[in-house]
T-cell receptor, first 111, second 110 residues
Framework: DQQVKQNSPSLSVQEGRISILNCDYT??????FLWYKKYPAEGPTFLIS?????DKNEDGRFTVFLNKSAKHLSLHIVPSQPGDSAVYFC??????????FGKGTRLHILP | EADIYQTPRYLVIGTGKKITLECSQT?????MYWYQQDPGMELHLIHY???????EKGDLSSESTVSRIRTEHFPLTLESARPSHTSQYLC?????????FGPGTRLLVL
C-alpha cells in the first residue's frame, strides 16, 4: 500500500503561471516532508522541505504547504519557467526512519 | 566541493555478467542508500548502510549485494546480470532529515 501518493502522473502549465503539484500521505507518523526534482538520466535534486510543526515553507519561487488534518501537501512554483519541466517527487519520513517516495508527477511548462 | 559520484553513468551488458556499480561521496555522511527506479515509478529502496561495516536490505527484494568498508564508498554488485535488472540505480547519502542523490547509473542488460 502506497504511503505517499501523487495522483497526477503529469501536469502541463503555461510559462509564467503557477504550477501546483499535490501529494497525499496515509501515515500519520510522518513528520518531515520533502520535494525533489528529477531530470531524465539524472539523480533527484532536493528542492524544499517542511517539518510537521509548520504549515508553510518558502524558498524563492517554491512554496510548500502542509495540511496535516487532510494529510496533504502541495508544492507551488511561481512563476513557472521552462527549466522547471521535470519529474517532481514528494517524499516523507517519520523521525530518522527511511524516507518514502511517491511515484512522481511530470511537469511540462508550455511556452 | 562535497558531492556524490556514481560510475558508470550508463552501462549496457550481456546476461550473466558480473557488474559493480560504484558510489562514492565526499560529504562525510554516515548514512548511504541504493535505490532502484523505473520510469513513472517511485524510488524503491534496495540497500542501506548506517556506517562502516553496516549494511541492510531495503524494502524491495534485490539480487544485488553491497559493502561498506569505507565511509565514502558504497559499491553495489550484481553477480549475474539479467534483463530484469534493467533500471536506473540511484545512490544517496543522508544528513539529518534530507537525502542527497548521485547522478545515477542507467543499466541495460541484454
Amino acid at each position: 500500500d502506497q504511503q505517499v501518493k501523487q495522483n497526477s502522473p503529469s501536469l502541463s502549465v503555461q510559462e509564467g503561471r503557477i504550477s501546483i503539484l499535490n501529494c497525499d500521505y496515509t501515515n500519520s507518523m510522518f513528520d518531515y516532508f520533502l520535494w525533489y526534482k528529477k531530470y531524465p538520466a539524472e539523480g533527484p535534486t532536493f528542492l524544499i522541505s517542511i517539518s510537521s510543526i509548520k504549515d508553510k515553507n518558502e524558498d524563492g519561487r517554491f512554496t510548500v504547504f502542509l495540511n496535516k488534518s487532510a494529510k496533504h501537501l502541495s508544492l507551488h512554483i511561481v512563476p513557472s519557467q521552462p527549466g522547471d519541466s521535470a519529474v517532481y517527487f514528494c517524499a516523507a519520513s517519520a523521525g530518522y526512519d527511511k524516507i518514502i517516495f511517491g511515484k512522481g508527477t511530470r511537469l511540462h511548462i508550455l511556452p | 566541493e562535497a558531492d556524490i559520484y556514481q560510475t558508470p553513468r550508463y552501462l549496457v551488458i550481456g546476461t550473466g555478467k558480473k557488474i559493480t556499480l560504484e558510489c562514492s561521496q565526499t560529504m562525510g555522511h554516515d548514512k548511504m542508500y541504493w535505490y532502484q527506479q523505473d520510469p513513472g515509478m517511485e524510488l524503491h529502496l534496495i540497500h542501506y548502510s548506517y556506517g562502516v561495516n553496516s549494511t541492510e536490505k531495503g524494502d524491495l527484494s534485490s539480487e544485488s549485494t553491497v559493502s561498506r568498508i569505507r565511509t565514502e564508498h558504497f559499491p553495489l554488485t550484481l553477480e549475474s546480470a539479467r534483463p530484469s535488472h534493467t533500471s536506473q540505480y540511484l545512490c544517496a547519502t543522508r544528513r539529518g532529515e534530507t537525502q542527497y542523490f548521485g547522478p545515477g547509473t542507467r543499466l541495460l542488460v541484454l
